[in-house]
């Protein structure tokens, strides 16, 4: 079956510190996946996706992420974490059904906690 | 370009009322997918639309419902809704329904059943 396992439910990191989330997945054909985040009572923010090509993936906000397929792992990282990165993060994998329906599968999130 | 707009933003109801709520596509895209965000927990996929038409859902019960509009914004119906169904709902367009086409998130409906 399809999913998206999100380890950490909260990680909580000091300021300036670096910071890996991880995600991993499970999907029969060459996923697409997507990372996302969630500020209190917002919408998602797209931060990066990963369709093909080279597996270290840059996004917005000074993210980026790796795809590993030997590991089925997409992990978000960012070197140096600031304040207002503070909020849950969603991995996602899009998934494809015969029908023709396109649908994210996501992840149940993980909160990030920044201590000043 | 206007982005995915949703309204409205928060609605309260009470056990066995129906609720409709509404979304509007980034301009050109021709499919919307909708999905249950309930606390502390990553989006659930509800079904999807294209062209008009219902393409797929996930495990919603039917009195989840929907329409796409031939302008392509569309409308979620909750019948006799449950406490459970509290939750934040997100609409998210895209140009076709192929894998690399981008989904893009409405800031969501909160929906609040007491």
């Known amino acids: 079956a399809q999913s998206v396992t999100q380890p950490d439910i909260h990680i909580t990191v000091s300021e300036g510190a670096s910071l890996e989330l991880r995600c991993n997945y499970s999907?029969?054909?060459?996923?697409?996946l997507f990372w996302y985040v969630q500020s209190p009572g917002q919408g998602l923010q797209l931060l990066l996706k990963?369709?093909?090509?080279?597996?270290l993936v840059q996004g917005i906000k000074g993210f980026e992420a790796e795809f590993k397929r030997s590991q089925s792992s997409f992990n978000l990282r960012k070197p140096s974490v600031h304040w207002s990165d503070a909020a849950e993060y969603f991995c996602a994998v899009g998934a494809s059904k015969t029908s023709g329906t396109y649908k994210y599968i996501f992840g149940t999130g993980t909160r990030l906690k920044v201590l000043a | 370009e206007t982005g995915v707009t949703q309204s409205p933003t928060h609605l309260i109801k009470t056990r066995g009322q129906q609720v409709t709520l509404r979304c509007s596509s980034q301009?050109?895209?021709?499919?919307v997918s909708w999905y249950q965000q309930a606390l502390g927990q990553g989006p659930q996929f509800i079904f999807q639309?294209?062209?008009?038409?219902?393409?797929g859902r996930g495990n919603f019960p039917p009195r989840f419902s929907g329409l796409q509009f031939p302008n392509y914004s569309s409308e979620l119906n909750v019948n006799a809704l449950e406490l459970d169904d509290s939750a934040l709902y997100l609409c998210?367009?895209?140009?076709?329904?192929?894998?690399?086409?981008?989904?893009?998130f409405g800031p969501g409906t909160r929906l609040t059943v007491l």
């Open positions: 999907y029969g054909a060459t996923p697409y």
């Open positions: 639309y294209y062209r008009e038409e219902e393409n």
């Open positions: 301009s050109g895209h021709n499919t």
């Open positions: 990963y369709f093909s090509g080279d597996t």
């Open positions: 998210a367009s895209s140009l076709g329904l192929a894998g690399y086409n981008e989904q893009f």
